[in-house]
């Protein structure tokens, strides 16, 4: 049996007669027929109850009327299915997404890309930049969304926008309080960085912030996981982390001079998936309309 004949039978059945069905169909009307004869043989049932003024459906022909329309309807669906995938209407992104520091873009990127593309499955993981890297490297994740300290001549990437830099306090610090921070206020300050290999990137990204700014940075790590902030939240350390990072218990007050840090969009394969081609798509147009800083955000694809 093939999709043809049920095809076939369908319009036979809804148009009740052998001509009509021929000429919905464009097909000859001796060849419909031969091709009925032998769908009943195959399935050992007459099908039509043939007269004068057209056909019938038998009881048979009526049981498999409804189960050939189900059968068709599935087939198209599933026809329509590489052209989808190819469209990137449908597909998977494995989207690894940096935890320290934050991009606040990231947020509505991909409250965008899900109402545009509600169909294809986006799983996110988060963790260090360094650990996102290596995992795009060997084909964990699709692409990854970090600081551009991350960026790696092995990536190609589109850039997001800037965060800027603020420093984060605890309640007990003498520098609790609202407003601008002077750089200046920051001399021999512990900054709590990472301390880990995988947040390598974010800890450079510090030190030589604070170093441009003519500070001696003094740089102490952090706890492992949810705990890299708690020296700060016991008032024993500050740290320095993009505007978007938030945590209700402690207070991010703006650096002054004001300083910010870049972030891409990074992809390894020369020609990504439909469904990533999709979601890079989107960044590039985000980023050429909106603005960072109130200036227009500049789109860089290496």
Avoid at 96 to 114: E, I, N, Q, W
Avoid at 217 to 222: A, K, N, S, Y
Avoid at 242 to 258: F, I, K, Q, Y
Wanted: charged share 25%; aromatic share 4%; net charge negative.
């Amino acid at each position: 049996m093939e999709l043809r004949h049920l095809r076939y039978f369908v319009a036979i059945a809804e148009e009740r007669s052998f001509t009509r069905a021929a000429e919905r169909l464009w097909v000859a009307q001796p060849g419909l027929s031969t091709q009925i004869r032998r769908l009943e043989s195959e399935l050992g049932v007459r099908l039509f109850e043939r007269h004068t003024r057209g056909v019938d459906l038998t009881e048979a022909g009526e049981l498999l009327l409804d189960r050939a329309r189900v059968a068709l309807t599935a087939a198209d669906v599933a026809s329509r299915v590489g052209g989808d995938l190819k469209s990137g209407v449908l597909g998977i992104i494995r989207l690894g997404v940096c935890s320290a520091p934050r991009f606040g873009g990231a947020v509505p990127l991909l409250h965008s890309f899900a109402r545009a593309r509600p169909a294809v499955e986006t799983n996110v993981q988060e963790c260090y930049g360094g650990a996102l890297a290596r995992d795009l490297r060997e084909g964990r994740l699709d692409a990854v969304i970090a600081p551009t300290v991350c960026s790696g001549s092995d990536f190609r990437g589109v850039d997001l926008g800037c965060e800027p830099w603020t420093v984060l306090v605890g309640p007990g610090h003498r520098l609790a309080g609202e407003g601008p921070v002077a750089v200046e206020e920051l001399e021999g300050e512990e900054i709590v960085v990472t301390g880990h290999r995988d947040g390598l990137g974010y800890d450079r990204a510090v030190s030589e912030m604070l170093t441009g700014l003519g500070l001696t940075p003094v740089l102490r790590p952090g706890g492992p996981g949810p705990a890299l902030m708690a020296d700060v939240a016991a008032g024993e350390a500050v740290a320095l982390v993009s505007a978007c990072t938030t945590d209700p218990s402690l207070s991010a007050r703006p650096l002054e001079p004001a300083c910010s840090l870049g972030f891409r969009l990074l992809w390894q394969v020369e020609t990504p998936s439909p469904a990533l081609a999709e979601l890079i798509h989107l960044a590039e147009e985000r980023t050429t309309t909106a603005p960072v800083d109130g200036r227009p955000a500049l789109r860089a694809v290496a």
